[in-house]
């Protein structure tokens, strides 16, 4: 059974800092997403990674895939407050199935 | 083009009655996944449907959830009998014909509250 974990599952941050949110896997897959959701709101899709090595950049918002690992990186550069949000990464199970991480609640403090 | 709709936005029930979640897919999308949001935790995946058919209901529970998307109109989520732990968001999903994932999108998700 494929088991995916987030780390942190809770991060407090001031702006102007970095930081990375983990995400690890426990089989073999080609295939990891980011979302982020807002408080009450639906998922916002980040970034669709497609293959080993795989780096995406939106914004202050980086994201990697280490297939080989079973690793994924979301890095946040120079937070803003705009970036507080819960953030899930998913990883394609097959059979058009997605397994999600518990999520990152993220609080950027002014 | 207006997203993934779903309805109601919130709905509250009492324990032991039927509730019915409404998702319409995006315009052009033949597929609709269904998702559980239980509080603080990640989506679990419960059903895959297609049109008329139902592709994968691995992660429904054996009684009392049911799903339908039937040739005309949305997809219905349903729950008979409920409970207070079937309190929770529960999110739709849809993808077009080619049934790519990274072409999916969620809608904002119905949150169901049994008292």
């Known amino acids: 059974e494929l088991k995916v974990e987030q780390n942190p599952l809770f991060l407090s941050m001031q702006e102007g800092k970095n930081y990375t949110i983990y995400c690890n896997y426990s089989t073999t897959s080609d295939r990891l997403y980011w979302y982020r959701q807002d408080p009450g709101k639906s998922l916002e899709s980040l970034f669709v990674l497609l293959s080993n090595g795989a780096v995406k950049q939106e914004g202050r918002l980086m994201a990697s895939l280490d297939t080989k690992a079973r690793l994924s990186t979301l890095h946040i550069t120079a937070a803003v407050h705009d970036l507080s949000a819960t953030y899930f990464c998913a990883v394609d199970e097959g059979a058009q199935k997605l397994v999600f991480g518990q999520g990152t609640r993220l609080t950027i403090n002014p | 083009n207006a997203g993934v709709m779903q309805n109601p936005r919130h709905l509250v029930r009492r324990r032991g009655q039927e509730a019915r979640l409404r998702c319409s897919p995006m315009?052009?999308?033949?597929?609709v996944y269904w998702y559980r949001q239980l509080p603080e935790e990640g989506l679990k995946f419960m059903v895959y449907?297609?049109?008329?058919?139902?592709?994968?209901e691995s992660g429904m529970p054996k009684e009392r959830f049911s799903a339908e998307f039937p040739k005309e109109g949305p997809s219905i989520l349903r729950i008979q009998q409920v409970v207070r732990g079937d309190s929770a968001a529960y999110f739709c999903a849809s993808s077009p014909p080619s049934a790519r994932l990274e072409e999916a999108f969620f809608g904002q998700g119905t949150r169901l509250t049994v008292v």
């Open positions: 449907l297609q049109k008329e058919n139902i592709i994968d």
């Open positions: 315009k052009g999308h033949s597929h």
